[in-house]
């Protein structure tokens, strides 16, 4: 199914804004002199969103036309800061600069790469799995939550896993490191279940994926090249192998959040439908998707949603909020 067929009158939108300059996110870095650099970011107009959405929750009317939803549906990962500019604001934040603790003051990334890592709803003294960690972006924000008693971030490509312990040199003091018991790995991910079998209360699935608004953007190594036509044909089958894997490694019990930064259902709502059923014919493992209708109304205001998932949330590009594409879908592993 192409775009313009899975989006219909959407589409045109979201191929201007993906052609578009696309809009960054702060994260603070907890390890820098975090009050200092969020009070530096605000000067320059932006806002924090987590907060914002955290805030308007608390001052949110209750309502009694809705159920309440589980608790592990919208609790979000805790000690994150993200600023952004306001919708149809286009401005740029200036570089990330070496702090006075030694450390980078933030990070810059798409903001909906935040989304996935919030959802997890990290709590403290969890066991955490990165599976797909490089570059390194949702691997730092799962630091930054202070939660983490064991992280284990893993990529199958040892370039990619070098540029993540770069970003943690860059953003982690040695101390942090070593007292998270950091594990930096080069496995191949499919394998996790056999690995580490019912280990991680927290699992992270960021698998690759056609990275649809790279893809415009770059000629060398694109993965529509008609010479990587069937890598391209055969990522869905990766995906499910590696959420397989994430779940197996889960405790019954634990979560696990699925990401794309592609807009095609082939690989994202298919995958977690396709993973559950096989899971339950092989394993007799039971998966719950999380309903995240009440996480996607807490950050409606900064992000486009696709409101037609079948499982799970994607925002959109849209020239007036011009993040993502991002899917992300949240599992409880219940046997």
């Known amino acids: 199914m192409t775009y313009d067929v899975q989006f219909g009158d959407l589409w045109p939108s979201i ?29 320059l107009h932006a806002k924090d969103f987590v907060t914002k959405a955290h805030l308007h929750r608390e001052l949110e009317p209750e309502s009694g036309q809705m159920a309440a939803p589980s608790p592990a549906s919208w609790a979000c990962s805790p000690n994150l800061r993200c600023f952004t500019f306001t919708r149809g604001d286009v401005s740029r934040f200036p570089p990330a600069r070496l702090g006075s603790l030694g450390v980078m003051d933030y990070y810059l990334m798409d903001a909906a790469s935040l989304l996935p890592v919030l959802a997890l709803g990290l709590q403290p003294g969890d066991t955490v799995l990165d599976l797909c960690a490089a570059p390194g972006g949702k691997t730092l924000a799962l630091l930054q939550t202070g939660c983490c008693r064991n992280l284990a971030a893993n990529d199958l490509s040892t370039s990619r896993t070098s540029r993540l312990q770069k970003i943690l040199h860059s ?14 790995t080069s496995w191949d991910g499919r394998k996790w279940g056999e690995l580490e ?37 055969t990522l869905p089958m990766l995906q499910v192998q590696l959420l397989a894997a994430g779940l197996l490694a889960t405790k ?25 059923e096989l899971l339950a014919n092989q394993y007799s493992i039971e998966v ?9 109304k807490l950050f409606m205001d900064t992000f486009s949603f696709f409101p037609s998932c079948q499982v799970g949330e994607l925002v959109i590009p849209n020239l007036m909020a011009n993040f993502g594409p991002m899917y992300f879908c949240k599992m409880c592993r219940l046997t």
């Open 15 to 43: 191929r201007v804004s993906l052609l578009s300059e696309q809009k960054y996110g702060a994260l603070v870095n907890n390890f820098a002199a975090c009050d200092r650099v969020s009070a530096e970011l605000e000067q």
């Open 171 to 184: 953003y982690v003091p040695k101390d942090i490191r070593d007292k998270s018991r950091v594990r930096v």
């Open 252 to 276: 019954p019990g634990g979560h696990v959040v699925y990401s794309t930064c592609s807009l095609s259902h082939l690989q994202n709502d298919y995958v977690v439908k396709g993973t559950i």
């Open 288 to 296: 719950r998707v999380e309903d995240l209708t009440h996480f996607r």
């Open 197 to 233: 079998g019912d280990t991680y209360d927290r699992v992270l699935v960021d698998v690759p994926c056609t990275t649809d608004r790279h893809s415009l953007h770059e000629e060398e190594n694109n993965i529509f090249q008609r010479s990587r036509k069937k890598e391209r044909q």
